[in-house]
């Protein structure tokens, strides 16, 4: 999609206006999708994980991000994120079920093969890099619809809602910083345990089931985004099922596919605004199923009732 600016997005908005009838959005079928051979991501490994949080520490040294004290330490100097937020861009939190048994959980964007947010970007604001396969962001083009932060099924784009002028905040896998100048994510670079890794996602993918293989009795079967929407660039197995580790059962198509067929019929046409509310009122609905126990949205609650790394 052509990119645009905020003065021609509202130009073209107001050109519109009324007269325009509004017509029928229907949601089409989601072709197969394939990983570009040259897309990179990362593999999660959550029995690797020891909780050290050198990943969380690293990537907001190396993309220039505030501290973000727990509300009740909020005149202490250190950085204690409890969740994603517009100054953590990954975060590592904890299961417990109540029995002894507990593992870490690394949650930042996954770079979804067909990307929502990207689709559902009325100005290109939002990207994916072609080949490698990033999603990123361009502040420059944004006008803060925060359409991305519906489409998302994994509720993974933060607002910088405390900033006069603010900006959506994720993941990028360090592209502007640490990836462009030691070819390799922040959170990678710095893992002791090499929990998280970095390359492309055939190897990743190929390594996650080499690993299963070899050890069925310590990893669920599961490798989580390997189908999720389409698929994901960054992968996990674990040895915690991943509804505990509050992870969404998503379906395996991707929902871009109703975004862009909203995309085509709005942007270019400007119908009426009640089309697109509609749409973002279906995503949203879609994005909500299996609220308890399920979703990054939700990984609060979810550590409050089996525990939490405080």
């Given at each position: 999609m052509m990119k645009k600016t905020r003065r021609e997005f509202i130009k073209l908005a107001a050109l519109s206006g009324a007269g325009i009838a509004a017509a029928p959005l229907a949601a089409e079928a989601s072709a197969p999708i394939a990983a570009n051979e040259e897309a990179v991501g990362m593999l999660y490994d959550a029995t690797l994980c020891v909780g050290c949080k050198a990943c969380v520490a690293s990537c907001k040294n190396v993309n220039d991000m505030d501290a973000a004290p727990a509300p009740n330490d909020a005149d202490r100097l250190w950085d204690a994120p409890e969740d994603l937020d517009y100054r953590t861009r990954n975060i590592i939190k904890l299961y417990?079920?109540?029995?002894?048994?507990f593992s870490y959980v690394k949650y930042q964007c996954m770079h979804c093969i067909k990307p929502s947010c990207v689709s559902a970007c009325p100005v290109g604001a939002m990207q994916q890099e072609k080949g490698r396969g990033i999603v990123f962001y361009d502040k420059d083009i944004c006008i803060g619809c925060r359409y991305c932060q519906v489409a998302c099924p994994f509720n993974i784009p933060k607002f910088e809602w405390p900033k006069a002028f603010p900006k959506i905040v994720k993941c990028d896998l360090c592209k502007f910083t640490n990836l462009k100048d030691k070819g390799i994510p922040a959170c990678c670079d710095v893992c002791p345990t090499k929990a998280v890794i970095f390359g492309k996602r055939d190897f990743?993918?190929?390594e996650a089931k080499k690993r299963i293989a070899e050890n069925p009795d310590k990893y669920q079967k599961e490798i989580y985004g390997e189908f999720e929407v389409g698929g994901t660039n960054v992968i996990y197995i674990a040895g915690e099922t991943f509804d505990n580790l509050g992870f969404r059962e998503l379906e395996h198509d991707s929902n871009a596919a109703f975004s862009e067929n909203i995309q085509h019929t709005i942007y270019k046409?400007?119908?009426?605004?009640?089309?697109?509310?509609?749409?973002?009122?279906?995503?949203?609905?879609k994005n909500r199923?299996?609220?308890?126990?399920?979703?990054?949205?939700?990984d609060a609650k979810h550590e409050d009732k089996h525990g939490s790394e405080k």
């Open positions: 417990k079920d109540g029995e002894g048994d990743l993918l190929a046409g400007f119908v009426a605004p009640v089309a697109l509310y509609g749409f973002l009122a279906f995503v949203a609905l199923k299996n609220h308890h126990g399920h979703g990054h949205g939700h």
